[in-house]
C-alpha cells in the first residue's frame, strides 16, 4: 500500500509563495499519475494539479499560471511550487494518485493565505 507525506505548508501573506513536497513510499511511483488537491473549510476537496507518468501536466482553472506541480521520481516525491498566492488558496493539501486519487489519503498540510 501506498503510503503519502506532506510537507511545505505554512501561513504566507497575499502574493507570497510557499513549496509543497509530497513523499511517497511502498509502490512503483514512477509508474503513476500523481497530483495535488485541496480542502478549504465547508468546502468539497478538489483536484488542483496533474502529473502523468511521462510528465504531462494539467491544472484546475483557479490555479493555472500560478502553481507548477512536478515529480522527481528518484525521491518518489511530488511538488508543487505555488506562486502568487491569493486568500482563496487557504486550505488543507493533499496529494495522490491523479486521476484516480485510489491511494490512503496522508494527513495533508495546512495552507493559509492572510495578511
Known amino acids: 500500500q501506498v503510503q503519502l507525506v506532506e510537507s511545505g505548508g505554512g501561513l504566507v501573506q497575499p502574493g507570497g509563495s510557499l513549496r509543497l513536497s509530497c513523499a511517497a513510499s511502498?509502490?512503483?511511483?514512477?509508474?503513476?499519475?500523481m497530483g495535488w488537491y485541496r480542502q478549504a473549510p465547508g468546502k468539497q476537496r478538489e483536484s488542483i494539479a496533474t502529473i502523468l507518468s511521462g510528465g504531462s501536466t494539467y491544472y484546475a482553472d483557479s490555479v493555472k499560471g500560478r502553481f507548477t506541480i512536478s515529480r522527481d521520481n528518484a525521491k518518489n516525491t511530488v511538488y508543487l511550487q505555488m506562486n502568487s498566492l491569493k486568500p482563496e488558496d487557504t486550505a488543507v493539501y493533499y496529494c495522490n494518485r491523479a486521476p484516480t486519487a485510489d491511494f490512503a489519503w496522508g494527513q495533508g498540510t495546512q495552507v493559509t493565505v492572510s495578511s
Open positions: 511502498g509502490g512503483i511511483f514512477s509508474a503513476y499519475g
